[in-house]
């Protein structure tokens, strides 16, 4: 496993995830691992982290700072991009450029790539995410077809 100096890469790495304890709110972190089926995400922090092998991941909560168990289904990766009022986009949000016709940013594993119209994304605008807005899913799933 090699070290890299994040300070150096030019691209911002980022994930969010709702908790599945509590409110469930949204966490936000650089990384995320799973074990045993079970999703962990490090909040964002100074700390150093790292996880070994048939370590009791529920232990280490307790001895890493910032580590969250969140919900794997809610798992979204920040696509580098901004919308119109400066919010990060992340998959699984729901965008629109005229609040008539509602785009979902997914990954396209084939192209390996976030699928999201190119063309004018300054102008998008993050209206929800498919875990709270499930009225504008069956807006997207109709203008998709």
Same mark, same amino acid.
């Given at each position: ?44 922090? @100074?700390?150093?982290?790292? =996880?070994? &092998?048939?370590?009791?991941? *529920?232990? !280490?909560?307790?001895? +890493? ?33 005229? @609040?008539?016709?509602?785009? =979902?940013? &997914?990954?396209?594993?084939? *192209?390996? !790539?976030?699928?999201? +119209? ?28």
């Amino acid at each position: 496993m090699g070290l890299f100096n994040r300070s150096s890469m030019n691209r911002d790495i980022q994930f969010r995830a709702q908790t599945i304890t509590g409110d469930q709110s949204w966490v936000y972190g650089n990384a995320i691992i799973q074990i045993g089926g079970k999703a962990y995400l490090f909040e964002e922090t @100074n700390s150093c982290a790292s =996880v070994v &092998e048939d370590c009791d991941p *529920e232990s !280490s909560y307790y001895l +890493v700072d910032g580590l969250v168990m969140v919900d794997v289904t809610t798992i979204g990766q920040y696509i580098g991009l901004k919308d119109k009022k400066g919010r990060k986009m992340f998959e699984g949000d729901i965008i629109t450029f005229d @609040n008539v016709h509602f785009h =979902v940013i &997914e990954y396209n594993q084939d *192209e390996c !790539s976030f699928n999201c +119209v190119s063309y004018g994304i300054q102008r998008a605008e993050i209206v929800g995410n498919i875990y709270k807005n499930h009225n504008l899913i069956y807006e997207y799933k109709e203008t998709k077809v």
